[in-house]
Structure formats: C-alpha cells, structure tokens
C-alpha cells in the first residue's frame, strides 16, 4: 500500500502539491489525470522517491520510503519516464537488463535467473523479437513495449508510468492499455498510470486519482468519481457518458 | 543487428588485438629516434631508460586516462561529443599549472597537479552551473560554452605570460601539448592516477550506463545518481589535471577514443571503459612516436597532433547527428 501523508512540494516560491493525502490500494489500477502542470508528474517523482518533499511523507506499507536506500526503493516502484534518450545504442535486451541492477552485485555479471526474468518479461511484453535492436530504429510502440519490459524485469508490486501514451498512434495506445490490464491482472501489479485521454482511461482504468492544482480531487472508483460535473470544473469541456457502454465522449 | 553474445566476442578480440599493438608499438617506437641504435646498444643505453621508455610509459598513462574520462564526461553528460578538451576542463587546468609555475610551486611534487586540478574542478561547476539542464547538456550549448571558457582561458594564460616573461617556455609547454620532459617522476604520478581513476570508473561502469538512459530513470532503477556522478567527474577531473600537469593541453583524445570503441563493442561501459584505456594508450603512443621522429630533429606539439586527426573527425560526427542538434 502507497500512501501520501501531508505531502506538499514546489520549486522556487511556486507550490505544486499541496498537502496531499491519498491511499493507493494494492492491486489497483490508477488513472492519475489532471490539468497541464497540476502537479501529475512531481507526484509521481515523490511517490517514486526520486525526489525528497519539502513537506510531509510518502510511505509503502508503513515504511517511509525515505527510509529506504536507493536499491531497496528499486525493489519496491519501478518507474517508466516521459523522457527516452537514444545518442548511445543499447540493444533492447540490454535495456531490459538495466532492470536487474537493483538485485546484481557491483562487478558481477547477469546470472541465468536474471536471463530468465528478462526473458519473461520481454516475451509478456512482445519484445523478444527486438532484443538485438536499439530503441532508435524501432517504433513508438515498440519502444514503449521495450520500458514496460523493463519495467517488469525490475520486479517490483507498484509500477508508475508517466504519460506513456504521448506521440503512439491510436492503435498502439489500445495496445499497451491492454498490455498494462493484463499485467495489472495477471500479475497483481499496482498501476499508476499519467493519461491525458479521457475516454481511454474511463474505459481502461477501474480506478482514478484526479489532481487539481496540485491536490487531490478524487481519489477511488473510476465509475463513480469521473462525472460529468467534474470533468467540467477540472478540465472546462463537456462531455456525455455511456456508463454501460463504457464509454466518454466531447460535446 | 549484433546479440550480446557477439558483442562480447568482439569485446575480447578487440582487447586483445589492442594488447598486442601497444606491444608492438612500445617494440617499433623504442627504436625510433634521432639516435639509432641496435637492440643490444639500445638496452644498456640512458636514452632507452632514461628518455624513451619513461616517455612511451608516460603516453601510455596520459592516453589511457585521457580516453577514459572522455568516456566518463559523455556518459554524466549524456551527450557523445563530450571530450575534457571541448568541455574546456583542459584549458582550465592549463590555468592552474600556469599559476602554479608563476608562484614558483614547481619543486613541490604534486604542486602543479593539484593547481590543475582545482582550476579543472572549477570549470566542471562553471559548465554544470551554465549549460547543464536537467542535468543533461545540450550539444549546442556544450560547444558554446567550451569554446567561451577556451577563449577566456587561453586569454587570461597569454596575460599571464606576458607579466612573467621568464616563464614563458614553461607555459607555452601547457598550452601546445608535450611529452619531451617525462620523467619516471611523472610516469609514477600520472600512472598511478590513471590506474587507480580507471579502476574506480570500472567499479561504476554498470552505473554510468544506466545513467545513459536519464537520471531519473537510472535513480529508479537503484542509483545513487547525486552521488555516482560528483564521483564520477571528480576522478575523471583528476585524471584530466594530471594528465595536463604532466604534458599540457593534449585535445580530441577522450572524443575519437571512445566513439570509435563504441563502433566496435558497443555502448556497454563495462566494456567501453577498458577498451578506451587501451586504444587511447596505443593512439598517444602512436601519435607520441609520430610527433619525434617524422620530422626530425624538430618535434611536433602532439596536441596539434591530435587536434589534426581529432577535429576532422569531431566535424564528421557533427555533420551525421546534425539532425539531433
């Protein structure tokens, strides 16, 4: 269980999370959606722990995570960044290995269980056909593919990815929402997942957490808090819901 | 595209093609020279033990420890067109050693180095503090600002050597680049910098590459990013002063070294680091050899060696990623 206490955050004289107080339930699937600059992606940096908060605690299962080192943080939240930097060509399977660094001794090389996890891991994401080849020359999807692998061989219970969907055609977005509810599923994984796309995170994701200048707006059942009213206060367009049909759609 | 399996291959026959080409060249450059000599005369020589071999050793060392900082500045930077000599990092440790030899710290054994060393330093915090965002640095501004601090640098050393005209052959020395006054000295010194620097970026290799992938990412994956990095560009710092102290501003080395490694082994640093020790150890030698026997009895500055085949180089590069810019 991920948990936020108090927790307040800003650079400069700017505040950006503001006294924040959520749970994350084990197992869930979390759309954490949000205005531009709400405060989506410092959340998630908090909650990742790669950044220390000016104020208040984030703690996993009662621990602060501020208590833990660096690996024993890798062990618990693997992180897929917005950012993805292709000037130096590591293959993918390379890529994925990088997951295991937590878990390996400094000097020594990769053991066959860390073969075999990557190896999963890049077969449940259908990526083992790529693993000799460099981000660089693969597509959108494939390249997000490639982080989720990795993020799967990091082996840890909470994943969070940031806006993974941004520049994927739409097929490739209902690829890897597709992918992460299985792994959500299948693997039990608590998913934390930034979306700007609305109709796809009502249709995705059973849960939501919906920030709003830098608090928490709602947080809980996707169902029940993402109404109409509130997509028009927080986002200022009007939309129409199909609850059976699961579907969301602009005015 | 290439497997992990052939890239390990190639990483072992790359080591130990590397090997036996230093060793031959350490063999063939023994011999050249304005004195010629046989085998036999040459080992019971002073100019075998006294001038050639201290000064083979000492391009060893200064290559080696120039390519792995290179290395270690591209991959903190995660910019590939990272090398001490673009980064100005060389020119501000010229600064120290002229100060150092203007306040006369010459008889001191480590007084020039660790002048070389601070002015060095200080010019890593001037780049990280102008030019890095995120800490990443953009090529466009990496470049410029270099090239700024070059000028400025090499402003303030012409100031200086105009007030200490006495001084002026010293550090002229520092500012073209050469190994004409090595001296088992300095061969211990450089040598045992760039041994024990090596071993620590070797220690941090698997770190440096996650690094490569952002720092936010390779944080969350286990590294101490903070950390691994003020480490990192403290001892490739270091080696780049003593490396300087030694023999003077000496460019391009930690640029063509590591990218044309990379071509052969890959972008692994566990592999590129030893690689890069290697080749940039065989290419000073090399260019060392060059530099006094093929226009003798005059000697060319090696650092205008190395800037003739580095700075072609360098323009081919750009001109490939000038997409990227």
Excluded at chain 1, 158 to 163: C, S
Excluded at chain 1, 219 to 239: A, D, H, K, Y
Excluded at chain 2, 51 to 73: F, H, Q, T
Excluded at chain 2, 106 to 121: C, D, I, N, R
């Amino acid at each position: 269980m991920l948990q936020t206490l108090h927790l307040s955050h800003g650079y400069d004289n700017h505040t950006v999370l503001n006294d924040l107080n959520i749970t994350i339930e084990d197992g869930g699937f979390y759309a954490v959606m949000g205005a531009n600059g709400c405060g989506k992606t410092t959340l998630l940096h908090c909650l990742g722990g790669l950044i220390r908060p000016n104020q208040g605690h984030v703690t996993i299962a009662g621990t602060d995570i501020a208590a833990l080192s660096t690996r024993q943080r890798a062990k618990q939240i693997a992180l897929v960044c917005q950012q993805q930097y292709d000037d130096f060509d590591f293959t993918a399977y390379d890529i994925v290995m990088m997951a295991r660094n937590a878990y390996q001794r400094r000097l020594s090389h990769e053991s066959v269980a860390d073969r075999a996890i990557v190896e999963q891991a890049m077969r449940d994401t259908a990526t083992w056909h790529l693993r000799d080849r460099v981000p660089r020359t693969m597509s959108g999807g494939e390249r997000q593919r490639t982080m989720i692998a990795r993020a799967l061989a990091q082996q840890t219970p909470t994943i969070l990815l940031d806006e993974p969907l941004s520049n994927l055609d739409i097929a490739h977005q209902i690829e890897i929402m597709e992918l992460l509810t299985a792994i959500n599923q299948q693997e039990h994984k608590t998913i934390l997942i930034v979306l700007h796309d609305l109709p796809m995170a009502y249709h995705y994701c059973p849960s939501l957490l919906l920030i709003d200048h830098g608090s928490a707006d709602y947080i809980g059942p996707m169902r029940e808090g993402l109404t109409t009213q509130r997509i028009e206060r927080v986002f200022g367009v009007s939309t129409t819901i199909n609850e059976s049909k699961l579907t969301l759609t602009y005015k | 595209m290439n497997s992990p399996n052939t890239l390990r291959r190639r990483y072992s026959t790359t080591m130990i093609v590397l090997t036996l080409l230093t060793v031959t060249a350490m063999l063939v450059g023994s011999l050249c020279g304005a004195a010629r000599m046989e085998w036999r005369q040459l080992l019971e020589s002073d100019i075998f033990w006294q001038l050639r071999l201290p000064r083979e050793l000492l391009a060893l060392a200064v290559g080696a420890a120039l390519a792995v900082s290179g290395a270690g500045y591209q991959s903190v930077f995660r910019n590939p067109l990272t090398d001490p000599y673009l980064l100005g990092v060389s020119s501000g440790a010229s600064l120290g050693a002229a100060i150092a030899i203007i306040m006369g710290l010459e008889s001191h054994p480590y007084g020039v180095g660790l002048m070389a060393l601070a002015t060095g330093l200080l010019t890593v915090v001037v780049i990280i503090r102008i030019a890095s965002t995120g800490g990443r640095l953009h090529s466009t501004t990496l470049l410029l600002c270099g090239v700024c601090l070059t000028l400025m640098i090499s402003a303030i050393v012409s100031f200086l050597m105009v007030m200490h005209h006495d001084k002026i052959d010293r550090i002229i020395f520092w500012t073209m680049g050469s190994l004409t006054a090595a001296a088992w000295s300095d061969v211990a010194l450089v040598g045992s910098v760039a041994i024990i620097g090596i071993a620590i970026m070797l220690f941090y290799a698997k770190d440096l590459n996650l690094m490569l992938t952002g720092s936010e990412t390779a944080e969350s994956m286990g590294v101490d990013v903070e950390r691994v990095k003020r480490l990192v560009l403290g001892v490739t710092t270091l080696m780049v002063a003593f490396a300087v102290a030694s023999c003077g501003v000496i460019g391009f080395v930690g640029l063509i070294v590591p990218h044309s490694v990379r071509l052969i082994v890959g972008a692994d640093n566990r592999h590129v680091l030893p690689a890069s020790a290697l080749a940039g150890a065989l290419l000073l030698l090399l260019c060392d050899t060059a530099a006094r026997s093929l226009f003798q009895p005059s000697e060319l500055p090696i650092g205008s060696l190395t800037a003739l085949i580095g700075a072609p180089l360098f323009i081919i590069l750009i001109y490939r990623n000038k997409k990227r810019f």
